[in-house]
T-cell receptor, first 109, second 113 residues
Framework: DAKTTQPPSMDCAEGRAANLPCNHS???????VYWYRQIHSQGPQYIIH?????ETNEMASLIITEDRKSSTLILPHATLRDTAVYYC??????????WGAGTKLIIKP | GAVVSQHPSRVICKSGTSVKIECRSL??????MFWYRQFPKQSLMLMAT?????????EQGVEKDKFLINHASLTLSTLTVTSAHPEDSSFYIC?????????FGPGTRLTVL
């Protein structure tokens, strides 16, 4: 079973920041938090990952709480092309073997 | 970034026929390959793991004689769905690994009539 819990769906207005939450209360000390997204009928796309510090790259920011039991993926200026299913995965290794249901993010014009 | 191709991107076949899906890593060598399938409105489910030159390891509930995996080279892996039936209709995604980085193919949509 997936070790994360995400809301099944979210809406966000185009141009606004999209904040996607993820709960991972059973995360262990050496497990990373990974985020991927999957646009309809395409393969998953890596977004970002982190261990305990906040991370930022050209796509998104990842905010991990101090107790590491939850995290938030932030897309700073959402566009229509960001409509996708976003998956939050925790794991020790670099391979994502167990996928939860994800959050379907719909960006509205 | 790394480029992964899958062929065909979509295929429709009759029940009872076999379908081969190819996965190529175009600019890196994949020592390990994961194969996933994804039913409509569901998440990815790992089917099997293969290492180049070795037999694949299948997840529980996945029939190894039905889903034949060949990983004969570091740049090519194939998944053959033998005697396909409508319940095999799904989105199949390969995922080659380069060192400690996992990549994903664009997927193959299989529809069995």
């Amino acid at each position: 079973d997936a070790k994360t819990t995400q809301p099944p769906s979210m809406d966000c207005a185009e141009g606004r920041a999209a904040n996607l939450p993820c709960n991972h209360s059973t995360i262990s000390g050496n497990e990373y938090v990974y985020w991927y997204r999957q646009i309809h009928s395409q393969g998953p796309q890596y977004i970002i990952h982190g261990l305990k510090n906040n991370e930022t790259n050209e796509m998104a920011s990842l905010i991990i709480t101090e107790d590491r039991k939850s995290s938030t993926l932030i897309l700073p200026h959402a566009t229509l092309r960001d409509t996708a299913v976003y998956y939050c995965i925790v794991g020790e290794g670099n391979y994502q073997l167990i996928w939860g249901a994800g959050t379907k993010l719909i960006i509205k014009p | 970034g790394a480029v992964v191709s899958q062929h065909p991107s979509r295929v429709i076949c009759k029940s009872g026929t076999s379908v081969k899906i190819e996965c190529r890593s175009l600019d890196f060598q994949a020592t390990t390959m994961f194969w996933y399938r994804q039913f409509p409105k569901q998440s990815l489910m790992l089917m099997a793991t293969s290492n180049e030159g070795s037999k694949a390891t299948y997840e529980q509930g996945v029939e190894k004689d039905k889903f034949l995996i060949n990983h004969a080279s570091l740049t090519l892996s194939t998944l053959t769905v033998t005697s396909a039936h409508p319940e095999d209709s799904s989105f199949y995604i390969c995922s080659p690994v380069d060192g400690d980085t996992q990549y994903f193919g664009p997927g193959t949509r299989l529809t069995v009539l």
